[in-house]
């Protein structure tokens, strides 16, 4: 038996184009690419998440020499989120990244590791977050849930 799986997601030509929410956002997400600690990869990484009160955490992605022991910026900021506010939701989650690790034209996104985090952190809240994912030369997807990031989650 084939079956097939479909994803939804909007797609912008320029970051630009979004809400002012998202805007801002992005712009925020940029700004702690800044804080990257990327000395091996040289790919700077900052993630934005919009929390159900309109508050916004950051995280930037942490190399660390003896790898894996550094961090993605996703999970900075979601374990950051889940530590300080876990009975806040997220509303929003957004990643941006510049290096030369891949070409400027190509999408962002998360890894793996990111995904699965993401997806359980959708769960523990019981509604979804979107997802707005910024490539180098400013194209934007947007997906509405985690879920159409990783359709075959490891689920309870």
Not at 54 to 70: D, V
Not at 93 to 106: F, L, Q, S, T, Y
């Amino acid at each position: 038996m084939i079956k097939n799986i479909s994803i939804r997601y909007s797609e912008f030509a320029h970051w630009e184009e979004l809400g002012p929410d998202d805007i801002e956002l992005v712009k925020k997400a940029f700004e702690v690419s800044e804080n990257a600690y990327a000395p091996y990869s040289k790919f700077y990484v900052g993630t934005s998440l919009r929390m159900e009160d309109n508050s916004i955490i950051l995280g930037s992605n942490q190399e660390n020499i003896a790898y894996p022991s550094g961090l993605c910026a996703e999970r900075v900021a979601l374990f950051y989120a889940g530590s300080n506010y876990p009975n806040l939701k997220i509303k929003k989650i957004c990643v941006v990244a510049k290096g030369e690790i891949i070409p400027k034209e190509n999408w962002i996104s998360p890894c793996g590791s990111c995904r699965q985090v993401m997806i359980e952190s959708q769960n523990r809240q019981y509604q979804p977050i979107e997802i707005i994912l910024v490539s180098q030369n400013s194209r934007v997807l947007v997906f509405q849930s985690v879920s159409d990031l990783l359709p075959f989650a490891f689920n309870q």
